[in-house]
């Protein structure tokens, strides 16, 4: 299953030493940023990585 690229909605956020969540495409998968940055209830991100169970995200540049 092809996630990178794909976009979702955080439903949770991450902290620094809690993952977050994303609803990606009907899913719900735990997430982290590169660089622990914190980002909003209801923000779009998109997937860049895959690492085990869990997604890396980045924000989308329409949430700054």
Known sequence: YA?????GIVVR???IDQFG????GGQV?????????V???G?????IDVRGAHV???PLDSNK
């Open 3 to 7: 996630l990178q690229g794909k976009k």
């Open 13 to 15: 956020p991450a902290t």
């Open 21 to 24: 969540y994303v609803h990606i």
């Open 29 to 37: 998968w735990a997430y982290k940023t590169i660089n622990n940055e």
């Open 39 to 41: 980002i909003k209830i």
């Open 43 to 47: 923000c779009s991100v998109e997937i």
């Open 56 to 58: 890396v995200v980045r």
